[in-house]
C-alpha cells in the first residue's frame, strides 16, 4: 500500500486510524497540518498490510459485538427507528452471554409485579443508591448514571418480554429459592436457557426492525477525525480478509471480557492464568481498541475484579439455591456452604484442588428452575456423573476415600439434625439428601472478567482525564460498570441504547 498527503485529503476529512492490536495509528491524517506537511515532504510512505481510510457504508449506531450487552444496546434505538449496524467477529450471534446461566436480578418489572412481588423501582434505587455509588465520589455525575443504569435493567426485561418476545419463568417462590427470591428472575426454561429464550427472540426482533446483524466481521480499528471524535470503525471479514471502514454517529464497544486471552490474564490476574477456561473469543480486543483511542482501563486486576472463577460446568454451581446438595473435595470432605456454591472454585483452591464434586437428588430433577439444566448437564457431561443408591457406591463411583466420605454425610446429617451447620453456616436447604444419589465433578476453571473501560455521564468512554470521548460508548463486560454480571451487561447496554435512541 502507498499512501500519500493527497490521498489522505481524498479520504474527506482528516481520520485516522486507532489500532488496538500492534498498529497505534495508522493512515493517520496529523490534525490540523497543512497540505506541505512532513508526510508529502516525505514522499510516497507505505505501511504494510494497512489500507488508508475508505468509508464505504454510514449508519446512526455501530455497535460491535453481538452479546448481551451489544443486542441490548440495539433495543431501543431500533424502536426508535435508528439505523443500526451490528458488527459481530464470531459466526454466530451470543458470544458468552449465549452460554451465560442467566442467573439474573431485577427490580420492579412487570413480571415480578405480575407474581407479586411489590417493591418498586424507587424503592429499591433509594436503598442502594448509597452503596452503589460509594467510592467514585470524584465524579459529581456518577449517582446520576448509576440511577440510569439500575432502572435500564428494569426497562430492558419489560422491553425484552413486551417489544421482542422474550420468555421468562413466573419467579420462584420462597419456598423454592429461600435465598435471594424476588430479585432473581431466570429465562423461561430456567437456568442456562437464555439463548432460546432472551438472546434468540431479541435477535429476531432487532432483524425484523431493521437491524443489520452481521457475522465473521472483526473491529480492528476504531476511526477518529481530527477533532478526536471516534466516527467509526474498521472490520476485516474473518474469512475473506477484506477490510471494510463504516462511518458512524455512534460506535459502541460491547466486546466483552478477557477471560480467553491468556497474556492479559497474565497481566492483570496472573493468579487465575493457570487454570482452564472455558470461554471462546473474549480476548480483550474492546479494550485495545479503546485504549489506542486515549481510554483509561480500570480495575482489571485482582485488588478490584468483581469476578470469581468456575466450576467447569457453570450451571451446575447454581443449583444450591434451589435444592440440597452437598459439595466434597477429591478427598470426600466438605468445604464450601452449599447454597452459596458461587464461590466454591475459589474454596477448592484454597483447600489445595482444583476440582470438586457436587452431590444432590431427585429433588434437583424436579426443581423448575434448575430441571432442564440438570438433565441437560448430566447428559453433555455423562464422563464425570456418578448415580448410586448408598454412599458407599457413590464413593466408588468418584474414585474417593470410601470411609471419608461415609463420615461427611454422617456428619453433615448430624447438622440437619441439630438444626445448624455449624461447621460452613449453610442455612437455605440445610436437608439430608436421600438415595439414590446423583454427583457431577467440576473442575476450577476462568469464565469472566470484570474491570476495563469506564464510561461517562452519558454513556461515552472516558480518556486518561476522565474526559469523554465523543462519539465511542461501551456497554457490558468491557466495561467497569458492567461487573461483568449478566443483567447489569443486559443493563448498561439498555442505558446506551437509551442514550443512543434521543439522539
Ligand atoms: C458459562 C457462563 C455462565 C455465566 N453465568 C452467569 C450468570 O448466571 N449470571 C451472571 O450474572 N453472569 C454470568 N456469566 C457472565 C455473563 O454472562 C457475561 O459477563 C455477559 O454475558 C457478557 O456479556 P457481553 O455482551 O458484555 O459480552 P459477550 O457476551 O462476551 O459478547 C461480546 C461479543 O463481542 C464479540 N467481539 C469481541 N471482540 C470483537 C471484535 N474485535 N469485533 C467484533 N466482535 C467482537 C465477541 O465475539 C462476543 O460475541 C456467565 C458467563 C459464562 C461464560
Request: charged share 20%; glycine share 10%; net charge negative.
Amino acid at each position: 500500500m502507498t499512501l500519500s498527503r493527497r490521498d489522505f485529503l481524498k479520504i474527506g476529512g482528516a481520520s485516522c486510524i486507532v489500532a488496538g492490536t500492534g498498529a497505534a495509528l495508522v493512515g493517520c491524517s496529523p490534525a490540523g497540518g497543512s497540505s506541505d506537511a512532513p508526510l508529502a515532504e516525505t514522499g510516497e510512505t507505505s505501511l504494510v498490510g494497512y489500507a488508508p481510510v475508505n468509508f464505504t457504508e454510514e449508519t446512526d449506531i455501530l455497535i460491535i459485538g453481538s452479546g448481551y450487552a451489544g443486542l441490548a444496546a440495539a433495543m431501543a434505538p431500533a424502536l426508535a427507528g435508528k439505523k443500526i449496524i451490528i458488527a459481530e467477529k464470531q459466526s454466530q450471534v451470543g458470544g458468552d452471554s449465549a452460554t451465560s446461566c442467566c442467573f439474573m436480578f431485577a427490580t420492579g418489572t412487570e413480571l415480578q409485579k405480575a407474581a407479586g412481588y411489590t417493591t418498586t423501582i424507587d424503592e429499591y434505587w433509594e436503598a442502594v443508591k448509597e452503596k452503589q455509588t460509594a467510592g467514585y465520589e470524584q465524579y459529581d455525575w456518577f449517582e446520576d448514571w448509576v440511577k440510569g443504569k439500575i432502572y435500564a435493567n428494569t426497562h430492558f426485561v419489560d422491553s425484552a418480554i413486551n417489544d421482542f418476545g422474550a420468555t421468562f419463568q413466573e419467579p420462584c417462590t420462597e419456598a423454592e429459592l429461600p435465598r435471594l427470591f424476588g430479585s432473581v428472575i431466570l429465562p423461561a426454561d430456567g437456568i442456562g436457557s437464555g439463548g432460546q429464550n432472551i438472546l434468540q427472540p431479541i435477535v429476531a426482533k432487532l432483524k425484523e426492525l431493521g437491524t443489520d446483524i452481521r457475522n465473521g466481521q472483526r473491529a480492528t480499528a476504531l476511526i477518529k477525525d481530527a477533532e478526536g471524535t471516534i466516527i467509526g470503525c474498521r472490520f476485516e471479514d474473518t474469512t475473506s480478509g477484506k477490510v471494510t471502514d463504516i462511518k458512524a454517529t455512534a460506535t459502541v464497544l460491547a466486546t466483552g471480557g478477557f477471560a480467553d486471552n491468556g497474556e492479559m490474564v497474565q497481566e492483570y490476574l496472573p493468579e487465575w492464568s493457570n487454570y482452564g477456561q472455558m470461554v471462546h473469543g473474549c480476548i480483550g480486543e474492546g479494550h485495545k481498541l479503546a485504549q489506542a483511542a486515549g481510554a483509561q482501563l480500570v480495575g482489571m486486576d485482582s485488588s478490584f475484579t468483581f469476578c470469581n472463577l468456575m466450576g467447569d460446568i457453570p450451571n451446575c454451581t447454581t443449583w444450591g439455591y434451589w435444592t440440597p446438595i452437598v459439595l466434597v473435595l477429591p478427598n470426600g470432605k466438605r468445604f464450601i456452604e452449599e447454597a452459596q456454591s458461587h464461590d466454591a472454585a475459589q474454596a477448592a483452591i484454597d483447600a489445595g484442588y482444583r476440582q470438586w464434586w457436587s452431590i444432590f437428588d431427585q429433588r434437583a430433577f424436579d426443581a423448575r428452575a434448575i430441571a432442564n439444566s440438570v438433565e441437560g448437564n448430566i447428559k453433555s457431561h455423562s464422563d464425570v456423573y456418578v448415580k448410586a443408591d448408598t454412599i458407599e457406591e457413590l464413593a466408588v463411583g468418584m474414585d474417593v476415600p470410601v470411609d471419608t466420605l461415609v463420615e461427611t454425610f454422617a456428619r453433615y446429617d448430624e447438622l440437619v439434625a441439630s438444626g445448624e451447620d455449624t461447621d460452613f453456616g449453610k442455612k437455605a436447604w440445610l436437608e439430608s439428601l436421600q438415595p439414590p444419589y446423583h454427583a457431577l465433578k467440576l473442575n476450577v476453571s476462568r469464565y469472566k472478567t470484570s474491570g476495563g473501560l469506564i464510561v461517562g455521564p452519558n454513556n461515552q468512554v472516558l480518556d486518561t482525564s476522565d474526559a469523554e470521548i465523543p462519539g465511542l460508548y461501551a456497554a457490558g463486560a468491557v466495561t467497569l460498570q458492567s461487573f461483568a454480571s449478566v443483567s447489569t451487561c443486559m443493563a448498561t447496554g439498555y442505558f446506551v441504547g437509551e442514550t443512543l435512541a434521543a439522539l
